[in-house]
Nanobody
């Protein structure tokens, strides 16, 4: 069983930056894709950014040009660089992995708060 642990969340002012990390207990090379999701109070969880095992990326429209997802297979870690943060980016951010065999795994989440 692979476990995912997020880190890097916190409080930041509008316009600031944060970099989230998601460390896997196993090899992320076995993941067909990994992604970042977020959930704000009262809202449904939404996919923010996805990266496939071949390195292809995709983003939800609201974060394009501001967020960058990346992976380091040698460290079994994926990242989410978030720039020009806005109050509407405030949410709990979750890491998700979908294994080649169909395994689905979620991290426990990390809080990101954007406020002056």
């Amino acid at each position: 069983q692979v476990h995912l642990v997020e880190s890097g969340g916190g409080l930041v002012q509008p316009g600031g930056s944060l970099k989230l990390s998601c460390a896997a207990s196993g090899s992320i090379s076995d993941m067909a894709f990994m992604s970042w999701h977020r959930q704000a109070p009262g809202n449904q969880r939404e996919a923010v950014a996805t990266i496939t095992h071949t390195g292809n990326t995709d983003y939800t429209d609201s974060v394009k040009g501001r967020f960058t997802i990346s992976r380091d297979n040698s460290k079994n870690t994926i990242y989410l660089q978030m720039n020009n943060l806005m109050p509407e980016d405030t949410a709990v951010y979750y890491c998700y992995g979908r294994g080649i065999t169909g395994l689905k795994v979620w991290g426990q989440g990390t809080q990101v708060t954007v406020s002056a």
